[in-house]
């Protein structure tokens, strides 16, 4: 009997598996708030890229007079891809309208497309109040985004984003053709 207590008492007294203990049980919780300070970060980098996007995109077609159709809405798509970097930019989509009023009647003047935007918004309900006298024209730009997480261990693995940007074009002439 007195080995017996002499022995728990020397266990009780040993340190040395201690730290090996205690190390353990910490580095799950560290490993985890570490992905999940990575996740949630990358998930705020992209968002504010991506809500950047819009309103670009409205202010440099609005800064275009096309005479004809052209070829500057691949430039723009390449733009609003490029603003995105360094994430992936396969699940962005990018719509771009220009709507005027026209006596009363506010009307899509033409729609030009980067990917394949999923149940966009009308222009035309976007633009309300944003055209309230005849000739009064506006760039309306919905963008979507399907964020793809790299790492999926804290937060959810996908993330879908919508905004929209306005810009009025120079001197709020109506641009007749998509750019």
Known sequence: MHALLHNLRSL???????????????????????????EASNLIRVK??????????????ALQNPSKTGTLTSDFCS?????????????LNV???????????????????????????????????????????VIVVQTSYTYEAPISLVLKSSYTFQNVGYARPRDNSTLKYAP
């Open 48 to 61: 504010m890229k991506f809500d950047a996007a819009a309103p670009a995109v409205a202010s440099l077609v």
């Open 79 to 91: 733009g609003a891809a490029d603003m995105m970097a360094p994430f992936s930019t396969s699940g």
């Open 95 to 137: 719509q771009v309208a220009s709507v005027t009023n026209y006596n009363g009647t506010t009307t899509v003047d033409w729609t030009a497309n980067c990917g394949n935007m999923s149940n966009p918004k009308s222009a035309t309900v976007l633009a309300t109040g944003l055209v309230p006298s005849s000739g009064d024209s």
């Open 12 to 38: 009780w007294r040993a340190e040395r598996g201690v730290a090996a203990v205690e190390f353990a049980l910490i580095v799950p919780t560290l490993m985890v708030l570490f992905i999940g300070t990575f």
